[in-house]
T-cell receptor
Framework: AQSVAQPEDQVNVAEGNPLTVKCTYS??????LFWYVQYPNRGLQFLLK??????LVKGSYGFEAEFNKSQTSFHLKKPSALVSDSALYFC?????????????FGSGTRLQVQP | DTAVSQTPKYLVTQMGNDKSIKCEQN?????MYWYKQDSKKFLKIMFS???????INETVPNRFSPKSPDKAHLNLHINSLELGDSAVYFC????????????FGPGTRLTVL
């Protein structure tokens, strides 16, 4: 079985400050990891993914995420937050050693960036 | 051009009715999915189709029946709608090979009265 935990329902940060949105995962094999963002009344947009290789992954809109195998974490980060980053963020995992292709999502973290 | 499209965007209906939601992708992907997002924003896989073949059915009531006429379309038909079916339904697609990055449609907000 695979699962994802996003321990924070909401993260508040001031514009210009660094932000971190936390994610931990559980899979029986090796993971593919993803971050998606959802703006109000919109579908999910892909931000970035970890497949293999470098543990630091860079994605869209200046976001990056660090894969930590020992801590089974894949935290999303951005050096300087923008008000327009305010949205709902989902971490997702897929076990690449099984044939199951559907993603398992975390419960989402609402990011609120204050001006 | 929209990569993954869904119709309708909003659907309001009475309990007991039967309704369908349509999904189309123009990305040439082989795999399509339906996800349900509840009022607490939790996203859960319902179905997955691979080249018109059902791959995943995640303990969804049999009132929900996906239909894939071709690999670019995956429609969701719901019989005897219940209040608990109210949610946002997202369609997604991904290529068969590779890392399974999924592309999502804009969602259909279903409200059952």
């Amino acid at each position: 079985a695979q699962s994802v935990a996003q321990p924070e329902d909401q993260v508040n940060v001031a514009e210009g400050n660094p932000l971190t949105v936390k994610c931990t995962y559980s899979v029986s094999g090796n993971p593919y990891l993803f971050w998606y963002v959802q703006y109000p009344n919109r579908g999910l947009q892909f931000l970035l993914k970890y497949i293999t290789g470098d543990n630091l992954v860079k994605g869209s809109y200046g976001f990056e995420a660090e894969f930590n195998k020992s801590q089974t974490s894949f935290h999303l980060k951005k050096p300087s937050a923008l008000v327009s980053d305010s949205a709902l963020y989902f971490c997702a995992v897929r076990d690449r050693d099984t044939g199951r292709r559907a993603l398992t999502f975390g419960s989402g973290t609402r990011l609120q960036v204050q001006p | 051009d929209t990569a993954v499209s869904q119709t309708p965007k909003y659907l309001v209906t009475q309990m007991g009715n039967d309704k369908s939601i349509k999904c189309e992708q123009n990305l040439g992907h082989d795999t399509m999915y339906w996800y349900k997002q509840d009022s607490k924003k939790f996203l859960k896989i319902m179905f997955s189709y691979n080249n018109k073949e059902l791959i995943i059915n995640e303990t969804v009531p049999n009132r929900f029946s996906p239909k894939s006429p071709d690999k670019a379309h995956l429609n969701l038909h719901i019989n005897s709608l219940e209040l608990g079916d109210s949610a946002v339904y997202f369609c997604a697609s991904s290529p068969l090979l590779g890392t399974n990055e999924q592309f999502f449609g804009p969602g259909t907000r279903l409200t059952v009265l």
